[in-house]
C-alpha cells in the first residue's frame, strides 16, 4: 500500500514543501553498516533472528533494492539492509503502479 499523502517535508534544495511517499512492507533487518573504521573497513552489525515487522517506509529512504535486500538510509550515516516478505517482481510491480519506476 503507497500513501502519498501521510507528511509532508521541507526540501532542503528548494523552499517548498513535497509530499512524502510510502509503502508498506513486512521487513527484518539483515545487518546495519555504521560506517567504516581506520583501516577503511566496513563497521557491521547483523541483525538478529526478528520475526518480520510491518513498517511504513519513506520511499526517500529506499537506495536500492535486490533480490534479498532493500537498501535503506538510516540516521547517523548508517545504512540498514532489511529483508522483505516479498518478492522482488511483487515490489517492483508495485513501485511501478504507483508511478515510482523508470523502465
Given at each position: 500500500?503507497l500513501?502519498?499523502?501521510?507528511l ?8 517548498w ?87
Open positions: 500500500m500513501n502519498n499523502s501521510l509532508l517535508y521541507w526540501s532542503a534544495n528548494s523552499h514543501y513535497e509530499k512524502m511517499k510510502f509503502i508498506e512492507l513486512e521487513v527484518k533487518t539483515g545487518f546495519i553498516v555504521h560506517g567504516f573504521d581506520a583501516n577503511n573497513q566496513e563497521i557491521i552489525e547483523q541483525g538478529t533472528d526478528e520475526p518480520f515487522v510491518k513498517k511504513l517506509i519513506a520511499i526517500q529512504r529506499i537506495q536500492s533494492i535486490s533480490e534479498e535486500y532493500i537498501l535503506v538510509s538510516s540516521s547517523h550515516s548508517s545504512v540498514m539492509y532489511w529483508q522483505y516478505n516479498c518478492s522482488m517482481q511483487q515490489l517492483k510491480d508495485r513501485l511501478a503502479k504507483a508511478g515510482l519506476i523508470i523502465e
